[in-house]
């Protein structure tokens, strides 16, 4: 493994979808967060949570300790501005920082990972070893978050094990 690389399994985080009402802007859903929503592949930060832009209207809602009725309080808090599902089981999200990480990623994924073209924020819905991933930059480091459905967890962790181990 190349030196400083570190691959982490994120444990316990809150993960839910927001899909936002027909004629509701990512302005207002934002609002009841208290923050601004980016309406396309970008990472909103907000008071509590991460919004991590996936497509029109659509954002992972990431919580880093989220308790047992996260995804109900959120739909509390969106009612009548969008549909929340709970995804905390469903996801497996990986960090992936430090010296060799955007390396890693270029031998999976068909995107430029460049400094001037992906930088902290970005997002990015793609493939990697024929699993369907969400990656977002979190860091300058850098340092990427990795989502994949829980059941491929196994197998994306393997690819990315023997491509880091390639290094």
């Not at 907000?46 to 047992?68: F, K, M, N, R």
């Not at 955007?102 to 699993?131: E, K, M, N, W």
């Amino acid at each position: 493994m190349a030196d400083g690389l570190t691959v982490t399994r994120c444990e316990g985080l809150g993960i839910a979808t927001v899909m936002g009402r027909k004629g509701v802007t990512a302005q207002e859903i934002g609002s009841a967060f208290g923050g601004a929503l980016v309406d396309g592949p970008a990472v909103s930060p907000l008071d509590v949570y991460q919004a991590v832009g996936t497509g029109p209207a659509t954002w992972l809602l990431i919580s880093e300790a989220a308790d047992a009725d996260f995804a109900g309080l959120l739909a509390g808090q969106l009612s009548g501005l969008a549909s929340v599902s709970d995804q905390s089981s469903g996801y497996e999200v990986f960090e992936l920082a430090g010296p060799g990480a955007r390396t890693v990623l270029q031998r999976g994924a068909a995107i430029d990972f460049h400094p001037d073209c992906f930088r902290t924020g970005s997002v990015a819905t793609t493939v990697i070893a024929h699993i369907g991933v969400v990656i977002w930059q979190v860091s300058e480091v850098p340092a990427y978050r990795i989502a994949c459905l829980r059941s491929y967890g196994n197998s994306f962790d393997h690819w990315l094990q023997s491509t880091v181990a390639s290094l």
